[in-house]
């Protein structure tokens, strides 16, 4: 016998009841962006690997899916090459096309490539998936979607107070209780200066983000392995592990980094947005957390992660500021702000605490049985009058017994069916059938395009 045939492990299929799930997430999304005056846009899957390379810090190039040349791939390359070359310099001799690891760097080069045609500040959302060479685990997968909002073109802060209230509204939306975390890049680059390491801030940055994921003797053996010193350790501790509430902690970051005009900036632009939240009613609870680093190069101002409450899981939403990204492709000086969604853990935390909506699961809400020719001509024109009044309904295409048709309707969940015979058609009528109670009543077209609304 045959193997079955299977899919990549972290890559998942999604039958039709899923995708109806999936579909009330994007859309759910897609509405809040819309409310906000963002415009879509949609980007290649493959991206050329010199946009997306250096982009991510070493470890995201790690992780970053590359497609091999077509043709002879190897042509080019020597037997030296295959003794001397680096990992990653040997993958760039062999592929010029990776597959996109996010989509802000793809939206980056976007923003470069049409400048001309774009009217800033340009805000713009996007539903695609990505790719990561990652190790698959429960939250994590190699290919997910995500939904970002950025906006491009100004440096005001309303920008991230608008994002983070589209964050609350799509999760009150959901029904998930979340924490919105924020911190500021320029805040942690203070911290490496007050610790005497300012050339240390990416490996910094990269250990303390991990602190939810390893624990903090995890995280200070990887700062040691980096190279930095006992006694900066030993000062970064009290700041790790700083609690209080939201002005407490900020008030304490104010005094340790007093004497870093970089530091204090991002106390201030961090101040600012969680004071203005606090007056526009957001629903979710917002935390200054110092450890959030968010591990990618690029951000360079406020950085948000949210976390479900009532599910153990990654973060479910990231983002932040950065002013330099669109540098890398000519343009300087054009700074930026986003968030992305991850679909795929809103999905998974809408599972475990069962949040959908019942009508979400259900498609076809009417199935017309079929008992002969003449029947069926009959349901047609009944069928395109309720479609064209929005009601979701199929005819079975094959005139087999009731008792298969009936089978059908029970296996898609389908609620009402609906029965013409001569009696039916003589009167202009359709016999409807609640498939849940048993009842069924004769109604007009009319009528029965009622019951269903």
Known sequence: MAQKPS???GTRDFGPAEMARRNYIFDTIRSVYALYGFQQIETPAMENLSTLMGKYGEEGDKLLFKILNSGDFMKDVTEENLRQDSTNKLATRLCEKGLRYDLTVP???YVVQHREELSLPFRRFQIQPVWRADRPQKGRYR????CDADVVGSDSLLNEVELMQIVDTVFQKFGIRVCIKIN???????IAEMIGQADKIVDITVAIDKLDKIGLENVNAELR???????AITKLQPIIQLRGSNEEKLATMRKALAESETGLKGIEEVEFVLNTLSTLNIQSEVEFDLTLARGLNYYTGCIFEVKALDVEIGSITGGGRYDNLTGIFGMPGLSGVGISFGADRIYDVLNQLDLYPKEVSTATQLLFINFGEKEAAYCLSVLSKLRQSGVRCEIYPDASKMKKQMQYANAKQIPFVALVGENEMQE?????KNMETGEQQML?????????A
């Open 107 to 109: 939206f980056a080069r």
């Open 428 to 432: 202009g009528k359709v016999t409807l």
């Open 225 to 231: 392995e980096s190279g930095l010193p006992e006694e």
């Open 143 to 146: 290919e997910f979607y995500q």
């Open 184 to 190: 500021n890049r320029k805040i942690l680059t203070g």
């Open 444 to 452: 007009s077209p009319d009528e029965l395009l009622a019951a269903l």
């Open 7 to 9: 899919i990549p492990k």
